[in-house]
C-alpha cells in the first residue's frame, strides 16, 4: 500500500483552538470534533487512523487576519514533516497579491478559499486577478464547494459557477471539496466531472450514497479523486473505511487514498 494522504483538514492556533473549535461547532449543529483542534492533536488522529500524513486547510476569514494566518500554516509546515500546510488570502484585503507571493516564498505548495466564510462568489469578477495569480505562481488552490451547514445559503461555489472560472488558473491544480460540491452531486456530474480538477472525498462518509460516489468517480476519473476527511469534522479513518468501501479496482483505491495527492505535493 502507497502512503495515505488526508488533503482535508483543519487545525488551529494553540491558544484559540478550543475557542475556534467550540464556536464552529456550535454553528454546525453542535457538531463533535475529532481532535483538539491544534497540529499536535490532528497528527496524533491522523496517524492513528492510518493516514501518513495530511494537508492543514487555513481560512482568513476576514482581512485582518491573512498574516497571521499565513505565520500559522508556515509555522505548522515548517515544524511538522507529515503535515502540508496551506495558505490562504482573504479577497478584501488590499495586500491578497503580495501575500500569495509569501505564501510560495515560504514554501507553501497551496492556498485555501472558503467563498461562504470569505463572502464572495466563486466567479465574481473582482476574483480574476487573484486567481490569475495563483495560476502564476503554480499554487494549488482547494475551495470549499457547495453547501456548508453552518452557512447554507446562499451557495457561494456551486458547480456550475466553479466551471466557468476554471480556465483562470491555467495549468495550476484547483481542488473541489466535498466530490465536488457538498449535496449539489447531480450538478457535479453535470457541470464539473471530466475537467481539469481534482475533487476531494471529505465529509463522505456516511454522509454521500455510494452509488453517487462511484458514479462521479467514474465519469471523473479516479486519477482526480484525493482522500478527504474535513478533520476535525469527520474522521480520516472513517473516510478511508469509505472509500475503500466502493469496490474500485485496487490500484484506483490506492491511487485516491495517497498517490493522487503525492503526485500534487510532490512527495514519495
Known amino acids: 500500500m502507497s502512503r495515505i494522504i488526508d488533503f482535508h483538514t483543519h487545525c488551529f492556533p494553540e491558544k484559540i483552538a478550543?475557542?475556534?473549535?467550540?464556536?464552529?461547532?456550535?454553528?454546525?449543529?453542535?457538531?463533535?470534533?475529532?481532535?483538539?483542534?491544534?497540529?499536535?492533536?490532528?497528527?496524533?488522529?491522523?496517524?492513528?487512523?492510518?493516514?501518513?500524513?495530511?494537508?492543514?486547510?487555513?481560512?482568513?476569514?476576514?482581512?485582518?487576519?491573512q498574516e497571521s494566518v499565513n505565520h500559522f500554516a508556515i509555522d505548522t509546515n515548517n515544524r511538522f514533516p507529515n503535515l502540508y500546510a496551506f495558505g490562504s488570502i482573504h479577497p478584501e484585503s488590499p495586500g491578497a497579491l503580495d501575500e500569495l507571493e509569501r505564501i510560495y516564498a515560504a514554501g507553501l505548495k497551496g492556498v485555501k478559499l472558503h467563498p461562504d466564510y470569505q463572502h464572495f462568489f466563486v466567479d465574481e469578477d473582482r476574483m480574476l486577478p487573484i486567481y490569475e495569480k495563483i495560476a502564476s505562481l503554480g499554487l494549488i488552490t482547494v475551495f470549499h464547494a457547495?453547501?456548508?451547514?453552518?452557512?447554507?445559503?446562499?451557495?457561494?461555489?456551486?458547480?456550475?459557477?466553479?466551471?466557468?472560472i476554471l480556465p483562470a488558473f491555467g495549468s495550476a491544480p484547483v481542488v473541489a471539496a466535498h466530490m465536488g460540491g457538498y449535496l449539489c452531486w447531480k450538478d457535479v456530474l453535470r457541470f464539473l466531472v471530466g475537467k481539469a480538477l481534482y475533487f476531494d472525498t471529505a465529509f463522505s462518509f456516511s454522509r454521500m450514497p455510494p452509488d453517487w460516489a462511484?458514479?462521479?468517480?467514474?465519469?471523473?476519473?479516479?486519477?482526480?479523486?484525493?482522500?478527504?476527511?474535513?478533520?476535525?469534522?469527520?474522521?480520516?479513518?472513517?473516510e478511508i473505511r469509505f472509500v475503500k468501501s466502493l469496490g474500485l479496482p485496487p490500484e484506483e483505491t490506492e491511487a485516491i487514498l495517497g498517490e493522487n495527492a503525492c503526485r500534487l505535493l510532490h512527495v514519495s
Open 146 to 164: 457547495g453547501v456548508d451547514i453552518g452557512y447554507p445559503d446562499p451557495v457561494h461555489c456551486t458547480p456550475e459557477r466553479l466551471a466557468h
Open 18 to 65: 478550543e475557542k475556534a473549535l467550540a464556536g464552529l461547532s456550535l454553528c454546525s449543529g453542535d457538531a463533535i470534533p475529532f481532535h483538539k483542534g491544534t497540529a499536535e492533536s490532528l497528527l496524533e488522529q491522523i496517524l492513528s487512523s492510518g493516514a501518513d500524513g495530511a494537508v492543514v486547510l487555513n481560512i482568513a476569514t476576514n482581512p485582518r487576519q
Open 214 to 238: 462511484r458514479e462521479i468517480i467514474r465519469a471523473h476519473g479516479a486519477e482526480k479523486i484525493l482522500l478527504g476527511s474535513d478533520m476535525p469534522w469527520s474522521d480520516t479513518g472513517n
